[in-house]
């Protein structure tokens, strides 16, 4: 081998050396993490995500990417106390991330923390008068009836906007229950669904409303239709509307993790699934 060529060989190995060593620094394994972690959280894969930002985390701890993405991935698998833990860390990082203190505002009202919950909530609004978001967890706290007023004038006023969006109509839906307006609320609800038909949300709130009114056959075919209009072979129609009911009741915590703050607190006069379905019963003996 010549001179030359050895010189080339030593240098190329050098190199490659050189490039490994380079992978796996700290500073490239925390970029592949974070980069799996965010592949995963887009394709709603929550579970492996949380594991890709743990381990940004043992290589960094403060790292504000990973604290945030956890705290989003466990609040949208529904682990409130968890997401609590990294959202509240995440918002000291970056206080101006409107959608951070909104799910922190969300968390607060299901914990009972109205105040804490406000707080979070009018801050985004000062900064952001026409967040949807905002302005779906704002109504979600009307209690009184001149607060439900207020909130059902600023949702219709949004419409301009957010006419499109059937989170909007949900929410005036809600509003609408709480002052006993049903013939509101459903047309509301069906809005929901007429602006957004592949919404599982408004599907699954318009269905539940329905089975308030004990319509099981409406409530059926909203349960089914976020599903392509197939139910499950395994199943009966009624055994699956039980089912669907009991897992995705609009007045549950779930539900109001995934409208963003809804709150269905003034419909609960409405009969549950579980009392519907008992009543059903009876009337068939």
């Known amino acids: ?21 380079c992978s796996r620094s700290p500073e490239a394994k925390k970029a592949r993490h974070l980069e799996r972690g965010d592949k995963y959280a887009a394709q709603e894969q929550y579970r492996d995500a949380i594991l890709e930002y743990r381990n940004v985390l043992r290589i960094d701890p403060a790292n504000a990417r990973a604290i945030r993405q956890l705290g989003v991935s466990y609040f949208q698998l529904g682990e409130l106390a968890q997401a609590f833990r990294y959202l509240l860390k995440a918002e000291e990082l970056a206080p101006d991330a409107a959608d951070i203190r909104l799910k922190l505002g969300t968390i607060y009202l299901l ?24 302005l779906a967890l704002l109504a979600s ?22 006419g499109n969006r059937a989170k909007l109509h949900l929410a005036l839906g809600v509003l609408y229950l709480r002052k006993r307006d049903v013939a509101k609320a459903e047309r509301a609800f069906q809005e929901a669904v007429a602006k ?8 699954v709130v318009l269905g539940n409303f329905y089975l308030g009114k004990r319509d099981v056959a409406a409530a059926e075919r909203e349960f089914k239709a976020p599903h392509g209009g197939v139910w499950p072979r395994s199943r009966s129609r009624s055994a699956t509307t039980t089912r669907a009911s009991k897992r995705c009741k609009p007045f549950s915590r779930r539900t109001h993790q995934t409208l963003r703050g809804i709150s269905c ?3 609960c006069a409405w009969p549950s699934a579980r009392r519907a379905r008992r009543s059903r019963t009876s009337n068939k003996s």
Do not use: C, Y
Request: glycine share 8%; net charge negative.
């Open 1 to 21: 081998m010549s001179r030359r060529t050895r010189g080339w060989t030593l240098f190329l190995v050098v190199g490659l050396l050189v490039v490994a060593g």
């Open 111 to 134: 914990s009972g923390k109205a105040d804490e919950a406000r707080r979070e909530v009018t801050f985004v609004l000062e900064k952001e008068p026409k967040n949807l978001d905002g």
């Open 141 to 162: 706290m009307a209690a009184t009836p001149e607060e439900v007023d207020a909130a059902i004038r600023r949702l219709e006023t949004a419409q301009a906007d957010f």
């Open 196 to 203: 957004e038909p592949k919404s599982v949300d408004a599907h």
């Open 265 to 267: 607190k003034g419909a």
